[in-house]
């Protein structure tokens, strides 16, 4: 059909006008196509038996390697894969390490979308959870570890008590028995800090939160250190170090120390398929362009709050890694030395008649389920995320009756300041109760 301008109506409507003229746009250019089109026969033969080149966007598109190279150079990784949402990141990172009857071993401080995960969709096929409480101590996570643990998983920034992990310490744990610690950074952003470098194999992220920024889309993404040593490791991760079903060379063997995440691009994603949509991917790459600027706003931001509310008479506590009073605040200021992040607890002295008035008060701050959004998010988690914990396991995670949840955003701090400081005023203007304390 040459250019596609011959032909009848119908078949130039479809071939005209096609082939978009060369040209070097500045803009990352979204390839939103399902697949690419093939030079030759022997193109498209070479391209299904090695798997270079892009033939289908469910197993490569050029914008979506784009703003997959720029994470893995903001993480210090090897390589990333972006996919449809966090929870797909996290779901196929623990898809390519755990095998039916093997086991994690978790922080208990963790998302309840990975938790759930874990306990109600990992456990139906046959892989089991250990949960460690006390994630400072590198004990309580070695002891936890068994002859079938594969991995370790946890937040550089825990919610809702704002933990900063000691990632060092318990990555060394993993590595006494070849075991890969994967850190959820999400709270931190690889702007407040890497994981990697500080021992991590491999890190995940809601790129739908602080990545994007803006929250306008989903999407996810894993990146590996690229220090997969199957020599060492090789027999806990036989799917890596054995040859494929129809013979030949070994993922180790092709891949070397990047075999575990050339699994997860090769094997996992496209068959398990939670594939990014270009457009997706773009807006994450258009958002990571101004990470470093949001971040260090929000977290001074933040800060100032975190400080203004410890000391407001109405409130009992803050749970803010920045501030002195934050059991992790040693830890925090050697893994966060450009700010403490933009997502912390406090806990109202008047409890949940209080949460609720405050989230009903507020003008600034949006009322909803998201974080790391240039705007200033609240959220009650104890009857939203965490409703679905036993209160004693609320209580364990920091989340009272009164505790509410916030994003700070890249506003005026002085308008943040008073949005809350008239919140607060309507909770002390309010007569005191005491019922309905017990969230469902
Ligand atoms: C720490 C963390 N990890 C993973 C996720 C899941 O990400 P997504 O909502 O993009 O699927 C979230 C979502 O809130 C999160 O907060």
């Given amino acids: 059909m040459g250019d596609g301008s011959t032909g009848g109506f119908t078949t130039r409507q479809v071939h005209a006008g096609t082939r978009a003229p060369a040209a070097s746009p500045r803009a990352l250019p979204i390839h939103l196509t399902a697949g690419f089109t093939f030079d030759s026969f022997d193109d498209a033969a070479s391209h299904f038996g090695s798997g270079d080149g892009f033939g289908y966007t469910r197993t490569g598109n050029p914008t979506v390697t784009a703003v997959e190279d720029k994470l893995a150079s903001l993480e210090g990784g090897a390589q990333a894969l972006l996919l449809a949402s966090g929870q797909a990141a996290v779901a196929v990172a623990l898809l390519g390490l755990v095998s039916a009857g093997q086991h994690v071993v978790s922080s208990t401080h963790i998302y309840e979308g990975t938790r759930g995960l874990l306990l109600d969709n990992l456990s139906r096929f046959g892989v089991t959870v250990d949960f460690v409480d006390d994630i400072g101590d590198p004990a309580a996570w070695r002891a936890a570890i068994r002859p079938t643990t594969r991995v370790l998983f946890a937040e550089s920034i825990a919610n809702a008590r704002n933990d900063v992990l000691d990632i060092a310490a318990v990555a060394a744990v993993g590595e006494e028995h070849g075991i890969p610690l994967i850190i959820d950074n999400t709270f931190a952003t690889p702007y407040l800090l890497r994981p990697i470098a500080h021992g991590a194999a491999v890190v995940v992220h809601s790129a739908s939160k602080f990545l994007a920024g803006q929250g306008a889309v989903l999407g996810g993404v894993i990146v590996d250190s690229g220090r997969f040593d199957g020599g060492r490791d090789g027999a ?34 496209p068959r398990f398929g939670p594939t990014p949509s270009p ?33 407001h008479p109405a409130i009992a506590s803050v749970d803010y890694a920045g501030l002195a009073s934050h059991p992790t605040y040693d830890t925090a200021r050697r893994y966060l030395q450009d700010g403490y992040g933009s997502v912390f607890a406090f806990t109202l002295r008047d409890g949940l008649p209080a949460a609720r008035t405050v989230v009903e008060s ?13 705007r200033s998010l609240v959220l009650h988690p104890a009857s939203t995320s965490h409703s679905h914990r036993t209160e004693d396991e609320r209580l364990a995670l920091g989340v009272h009756p009164g505790t509410l949840r916030v994003s700070i955003g890249i506003e005026d701090v002085a308008d943040l300041r008073a949005d809350l400081s008239r919140a607060l005023d309507a909770v002390t203007a309010a007569p005191r109760t005491v019922e309905h304390e017990r969230v469902a």
């Fill in 236 to 269: 806990l991760f036989p799917q890596l170090t054995e040859p494929p079903r129809g013979g030949g060379p070994s993922l180790w063997e092709r891949h070397g120390g990047s075999a575990r995440i050339a699994y997860l691009r090769e094997s996992i994603a």
């Fill in 279 to 311: 457009l997706n991917a773009f807006f994450i790459g258009q958002g990571i362009e101004t990470l470093s600027l949001r971040v260090q706003r929000q977290s001074e931001n933040a800060l100032a709050l975190a400080r203004w509310l410890e000391a």
């Fill in 362 to 374: 507020v003008q600034v701050f949006t009322h909803m389920t998201h974080l790391g959004d240039v």
